[in-house]
């Protein structure tokens, strides 16, 4: 089992950990066969490996005591009451996985009273671990390692890399773009956008969308904060977890931090 690079005050850490990994093992495992996709009632797609990496993270979650919000679960709202809650997507980024492009991760994430407190980001295909705790920093875990991870100093939106959706992206968030003045775009899968923002390689994530969950973030809001960025949503409040509404009404924007409050101002313009 891997060890946290930190002493944590998470329960059972090393354990959760241990069970992000095995997940990321069965979704391999689907992933390299000829694998059945099916449509939830949101039209989303959703697979075997969904499902078996979602069992694999109950298993260990269920043992703290401690409610679990999962995508592929029914929430029954007792959550509301617990202080703490797990926030779990099993596999975010299904499209990525199912038209193979690899860049699929596992998300967990602990919120206590409504804010994230840690995150673990797990990317199967690279094997590579990210994890934060509040007030902890955050780190990434790769060929055997641990390495403490951090936004670059970009302060210039012009000069910043914008990361993009290759599935989802708007008409109105190329305008956003283009308001901002950012004309260098890459794009990635998934929370993979944020995972590269807090090691340095890029400078802002931005979507307009309210189909974002909680599941989506919980874990990539804690992993880009801890490495000095931010998340909110598109006009700058700070995002809520543990609600009933579990969707983000106002869309996202992460970034490095730097760029963070110039960024909210311009997209308030429009």
């Known amino acids: 089992m891997i060890s946290p690079p930190t002493t944590s005050k998470i329960p059972d850490l090393v354990e959760v950990m241990d069970a992000i990994i095995r997940a990321g093992e069965k979704i391999q495992d689907v992933y390299n066969t000829d694998f059945e996709v099916n449509i939830k009632d949101d039209d989303s797609p959703i697979t075997k490996a969904d499902l078996e990496s979602n069992k694999i993270l109950r298993s260990v979650l269920e043992t703290t005591e401690i409610p679990i919000l999962s995508e592929e679960d029914v929430d029954d709202k007792t959550r509301l009451d617990s202080e703490k809650v797990w926030i779990v997507d099993p596999l975010d980024g299904t499209s990525d996985f199912v038209n193979r492009t690899g860049e699929f991760t596992i998300m967990v994430g602990l919120v206590q009273n409504h804010i ?155």
């Open 116 to 270: 994230p407190v840690m995150g673990l980001i797990y990317w199967p295909v690279n094997q590579k671990l990210y994890y934060a705790e509040k007030g902890m920093g955050a780190f990434c875990y790769n060929s055997g390692k641990w390495d403490k991870i951090s936004v670059r100093e970009n302060k210039d939106l012009k000069n910043c890399l914008a990361l993009v959706s290759r599935h989802h992206l708007s008409d109105k968030e190329k305008q956003m773009l283009d308001h901002l003045g950012i004309t260098n775009t890459t794009s990635i899968g998934s929370s993979l956008k944020v995972t590269q923002i807090s090691s340095g390689m890029a400078d802002v994530y931005l979507t307009t969308t309210n189909k974002m969950k909680q599941w989506d973030t919980c874990a990539s809001n804690c992993l880009v904060s801890e490495a000095g960025g931010k998340m909110t949503d598109i006009f700058g409040n700070e995002l809520v977890y543990n609600t009933e509404n579990v969707n983000h009404q106002n869309g996202l924007l992460a970034t490095n931090g730097f760029v963070h409050d110039i960024a909210t101002a311009k997209i308030s313009e429009l």
